[in-house]
């Protein structure tokens, strides 16, 4: 379950970007990959996207719709932080955006493993990185395995 | 792969190719001269070797030579070998360091230049958008928007552009290639999204000092040169011979210009696979799973799928890479958005086996690994080995029905 404190952090940044961008700033953190739930609205902001929000059993979903048309999916769990983030479409997202302090493991990680420009799977510490795809076909996650929910399959995580 | 690759480069200049002419050499149009009339060549030599360098991804990599000259030129014109033919991207790009040429840099508004992040799954390659006239064969193409990759002067990447992908390719070493060239079904790089979109991914519009995502119209982004032709120019075949399962230390064969346009060309039974208009996916069946987000993909250098019934390489060097303990002989349907389908027979074999039998091949009809993302089957240069592959170009038409498709 959500907790209703998390709820409220959304709803109070929601109100600060309202007035002014700036405010939402000092309320959320900078990125969302294991960051608080706050953190999606500042992926939203940076990605230009527009927010869509799902409850699901074990987890609550935004679903960020960026002009490029790629969608991005970010999945919260019941402590209220971002477990997983997935892409799909035409362009890739700003993965530093979306994968905040796990973006320089990861991009250290593929540059030491080189499998080609179709493909790329990275395991490195507590973070996975799967993506594929080709030019206008882009697809991929990232997801922290010990933050997934109890019964989530990782086949949801897309 | 790494391992597996390297040292080859030094072993293999023995290719169509010409590797002596070298990528830094200029050299002259060679003009029509002689007085017997030229042949109408539609079709230039591509190889599997080991590509510019020996640090990078080799295996099953497919290169051709391309020539471009300064707009309008026909004696500033530049060779350049290894520019890998890629059927899943679309538009010419060369590196920086590969160019000797000095072509004319797009404007984009206000003093700005325009500038493309081109983004692979593993990395992004940042870089002016120019004009050159492109030659390859006898097919040509005037004043056609290339990117020029990791152009020393426009060497600050926007966090817009690298926060896309985890590694810089702006080198040789690092792309693997003095360039590609994308052939595949569509005829720009991004499409109408970038027309109306200046949050793209993939335009900016730079100063010295700031870069900014832009808009751009179809003509001014990089194109598919095949598409732009004056002849031959709704679609390409790929020829290459069949290679033995344990592989070849290289492989030459057939780049065709053009589908039904000459006697070299024409269509005849193929089985015509439509894929589908937005991301030029079509679907494969496997293990009786529907993988609707599957491609074949000159690019690819390998036959990547998940089976985890297959057991997966222990060496790290090998990571992601299948090492059965015999030869596996598997099936993949391959089906249209047409509904049309056929069955394709594939072998796996063993990838640590395969690199210490023949450390020196670069064609391996039977690598094969894992892809990470649910929904795909990526048949990459594989297919191509032993079959005469078409791409024929959206908004056009050829004797087998309108693209996009693919037909082999």
Same mark, same amino acid.
């Given at each position: 379950?959500?907790?209703?404190?998390?709820?409220?952090? /959304?709803?109070?940044?929601?109100? $600060?970007? *309202?007035?002014?961008? =700036?405010?939402?700033?000092?309320?959320? &953190? @900078?990125?969302? %990959?294991?960051?608080?739930?706050?953190?999606?609205?500042?992926?939203?902001?940076?990605?230009?996207?527009?927010?869509?929000?799902?409850?699901?059993?074990?987890?609550?979903?935004?679903?960020?719709?960026?002009?490029?048309?790629?969608? /991005?999916?970010?999945?919260?769990? $019941?402590? *209220?932080?971002?477990? =997983?983030?997935?892409?799909?479409?035409? &362009? @890739?997202?700003? %993965?530093?955006?979306?994968?905040?302090?796990?973006?320089?493991?990861?991009?250290?990680?593929?540059?030491?493993?080189?499998?080609?420009?179709?493909?790329?799977?990275?395991?490195?510490?507590?973070?996975?990185?799967?993506?594929?795809?080709?030019?206008?076909?882009?697809?991929?996650?990232?997801?922290?395995? =010990?933050?997934?929910?109890?019964?989530?399959?990782?086949?949801? %995580?897309? | 792969?790494?391992?597996?690759?390297?040292?080859?480069?030094?072993?293999?200049?023995?290719?169509?190719?010409?590797?002596?002419?070298?990528?830094?050499?200029?050299?002259?149009?060679?003009?029509?001269?002689?007085?017997?009339?030229?042949?109408?060549?539609?079709?230039?030599?591509?190889?599997?070797?080991?590509?510019?360098?020996?640090?990078?991804?080799?295996?099953?990599?497919?290169?051709?030579?391309?020539?471009?000259?300064?707009?309008?030129?026909?004696?500033?014109?530049?060779?350049?070998?290894?520019?890998?033919?890629?059927?899943?991207?679309?538009?010419?790009?060369?590196?920086?360091?590969?160019?000797?040429?000095?072509?004319?840099?797009?404007?984009?508004?206000?003093?700005?230049?325009?500038?493309?992040?081109?983004?692979?799954?593993?990395?992004?390659?940042?870089?002016?958008?120019?004009?050159?006239?492109?030659?390859?064969?006898?097919?040509?193409?005037?004043?056609?928007?290339?990117?020029?990759?990791?152009?020393?002067?426009?060497?600050?990447?926007?966090?817009?552009?690298?926060?896309?992908?985890?590694?810089?390719?702006?080198?040789?070493?690092?792309?693997?290639?003095?360039?590609?060239?994308?052939?595949?079904?569509?005829?720009?790089?991004?499409?109408?999204?970038?027309?109306?979109?200046?949050?793209?991914?993939?335009?900016?519009?730079?100063?010295?000092?700031?870069?900014?995502?832009?808009?751009?119209?179809?003509?001014?982004?990089?194109?598919?040169?095949?598409?732009?032709?004056?002849?031959?120019?709704?679609?390409?075949?790929?020829?290459?011979?069949?290679?033995?399962?344990?592989?070849?230390?290289?492989?030459?064969?057939?780049?065709?210009?053009?589908?039904?346009?000459?006697?070299?060309?024409?269509?005849?039974?193929?089985?015509?696979?439509?894929?589908?208009?937005?991301?030029?996916?079509?679907?494969?069946?496997?293990?009786?799973?529907?993988?609707?987000?599957?491609?074949?993909?000159?690019?690819?250098?390998?036959?990547?799928?998940?089976?985890?019934?297959?057991?997966?390489?222990?060496?790290?060097?090998?990571?992601?890479?299948?090492?059965?303990?015999?030869?596996?002989?598997?099936?993949?349907?391959?089906?249209?958005?047409?509904?049309?389908?056929?069955?394709?027979?594939?072998?796996?074999?063993?990838?640590?086996?395969?690199?210490?039998?023949?450390?020196?091949?670069?064609?391996?009809?039977?690598?094969?690994?894992?892809?990470?993302?649910?929904?795909?089957?990526?048949?990459?240069?594989?297919?191509?080995?032993?079959?005469?592959?078409?791409?024929?170009?959206?908004?056009?038409?050829?004797?087998?029905?309108?693209?996009?498709?693919?037909?082999?």
């Amino acid at each position: 379950m959500l907790n209703a404190r998390s709820a409220m952090n /959304v709803k109070k940044c929601l109100v $600060a970007s *309202g007035v002014l961008i =700036a405010a939402l700033i000092p309320c959320i &953190a @900078a990125a969302a %990959l294991g960051e608080p739930e706050a953190s999606v609205q500042t992926d939203a902001l940076q990605l230009r996207g527009s927010i869509h929000v799902t409850e699901h059993a074990s987890y609550r979903l935004h679903e960020i719709q960026l002009p490029s048309g790629t969608l /991005v999916r970010e999945f919260v769990g $019941a402590d *209220g932080k971002v477990f =997983a983030v997935a892409w799909r479409g035409p &362009a @890739a997202p700003n %993965l530093r955006q979306m994968l905040g302090r796990y973006f320089e493991p990861f991009a250290a990680a593929a540059g030491a493993h080189r499998t080609g420009h179709s493909h790329l799977q990275i395991q490195t510490g507590d973070l996975v990185v799967q993506a594929g795809g080709h030019m206008r076909a882009m697809a991929g996650r990232a997801y922290l395995p =010990a933050g997934v929910p109890n019964g989530v399959d990782l086949g949801e %995580l897309h | 792969m790494r391992a597996l690759l390297i040292g080859l480069c030094t072993a293999l200049c023995l290719s169509a190719l010409g590797c002596g002419g070298g990528h830094d050499g200029t050299s002259l149009s060679t003009g029509l001269g002689g007085g017997s009339p030229p042949a109408v060549s539609n079709v230039v030599s591509v190889v599997v070797d080991a590509g510019p360098t020996s640090t990078s991804l080799d295996a099953n990599t497919l290169f051709t030579t391309v020539t471009v000259c300064t707009p309008g030129s026909t004696t500033n014109c530049q060779t350049i070998d290894h520019i890998q033919v890629d059927t899943q991207s679309f538009g010419l790009r060369i590196l920086a360091p590969a160019l000797n040429l000095a072509l004319p840099v797009q404007a984009a508004g206000g003093g700005a230049s325009l500038l493309e992040c081109t983004v692979f799954v593993d990395g992004y390659s940042w870089g002016p958008v120019a004009l050159a006239d492109i030659k390859i064969s006898g097919e040509s193409a005037s004043s056609v928007p290339v990117q020029v990759i990791g152009d020393p002067n426009f060497s600050n990447v926007p966090a817009d552009c690298s926060g896309q992908a985890p590694t810089e390719e702006d080198t040789v070493a690092a792309f693997g290639a003095n360039g590609i060239l994308g052939i595949g079904v569509f005829d720009q790089d991004c499409g109408t999204t970038c027309v109306t979109t200046a949050d793209n991914g993939f335009y900016f519009a730079c100063t010295s000092t700031l870069c900014q995502p832009t808009t751009v119209a179809l003509a001014g982004q990089v194109t598919n040169p095949v598409s732009l032709f004056a002849t031959d120019n709704n679609g390409s075949i790929i020829e290459l011979p069949n290679v033995a399962e344990q592989g070849a230390a290289t492989l030459t064969g057939s780049l065709i210009f053009g589908i039904d346009t000459q006697t070299n060309n024409a269509s005849g039974t193929e089985t015509v696979l439509t894929v589908d208009p937005q991301a030029g996916y079509l679907t494969a069946i496997f293990n009786s799973q529907s993988l609707t987000m599957s491609f074949i993909d000159s690019g690819s250098s390998g036959i990547f799928f998940t089976d985890t019934s297959i057991a997966q390489c222990t060496d790290p060097s090998f990571s992601q890479f299948y090492c059965p303990a015999s030869t596996l002989s598997l099936t993949v349907t391959l089906q249209g958005a047409n509904g049309v389908s056929g069955e394709i027979g594939f072998s796996v074999d063993n990838a640590q086996t395969l690199e210490a039998n023949n450390p020196t091949f670069t064609a391996l009809p039977t690598l094969a690994g894992t892809y990470p993302t649910p929904g795909s089957f990526d048949y990459g240069l594989p297919f191509y080995y032993g079959r005469r592959v078409a791409t024929a170009l959206e908004n056009n038409t050829t004797s087998l029905g309108a693209g996009p498709y693919i037909a082999y």
